[in-house]
């Protein structure tokens, strides 16, 4: 009786939430351990994906869970709150976001080397969507800002982590790249003309799109 007690508990405050809670947060709410309440969750998570008589479903987000609703349902939902659709994604827009997914944390800088084209209406409108998000600084001069997926990023594609993407093989040391093309910029933007070395990055194996 008393776990049931907890699991009402767990799903009146994820219900109440109407987000993603972290299992810390929860634990401390409870005075439990974290191991504890993520055992009743990931019990709950199973139970709900059984109950075909339910139309709601337990989701992880990383170190956190929310309360969805399971997507067979998507289309009465819909119907029922009938708001303005956003726009689907562009070409542009999906490119950018699969290399920031596969590459994270990634400059900007570093995400126009690999695509050979300005990426700042893509990656713009990525972040109002909250599919991308700042995650940091890179440690070198300028300190320009590090882009990666968020929470929304794991909804959308229905993914628990990161960690569960599909597997690709990367061509690129990321945090080398990141960083040449910071000193890059230095040189060109801090370096009279009559003092700059030669700096030169190969494009020979990268294969830009010819969308923006």
């Known amino acids: 009786m008393k776990e ?16 993603s809670v972290p299992v810390k947060r929860m634990a401390e709410v409870l005075e439990l351990g974290e191991s504890k309440v993520f055992s009743i969750l990931e019990k709950m998570r199973e139970e709900y994906e059984k109950d075909s008589s339910s139309g709601i479903r337990l989701v992880q987000l990383e170190d956190c ?4 609703t399971k997507k067979e349902y998507y289309e009465c939902i819909r ?4 708001k303005k659709r956003k726009a689907s994604l562009t070409n542009a827009g999906l490119e950018v976001l699969s290399i920031v997914a596969y590459n994270q944390p990634i400059t900007r800088s ?3 080397f690999i695509r050979g084209v300005n990426s700042d209406g893509p990656l713009n409108n990525l972040i109002s969507a909250g599919l991308v998000e700042e995650v940091g600084r890179l440690d070198a001069p ?3 800002i ?3 997926t968020g929470e929304e990023f794991l909804r959308c594609f229905d993914l628990s ?3 569960d993407l599909p597997d690709v093989e990367l061509e690129y040391n990321f945090e080398d790249l990141n960083r040449d093309l910071v000193e890059a910029e230095q040189i060109e933007f801090d370096t009279p003309d009559s003092q700059k070395p030669e700096f030169e990055i190969k494009t020979d194996d990268v294969q830009a ?3 923006e």
């Open 79 to 82: 119907t029922l709150t009938e």
């Open 65 to 68: 869970y929310q309360l969805c």
């Open 161 to 163: 982590s990161i960690a």
């Open 110 to 112: 570093s995400i126009e």
């Open 142 to 144: 300028g300190r320009p």
């Open 146 to 148: 590090l882009f990666g």
């Open 4 to 19: 049931k007690q907890t699991e009402a508990k767990l799903q009146a405050m994820l219900f109440a939430s109407g987000e």
């Open 209 to 211: 799109s010819p969308e």
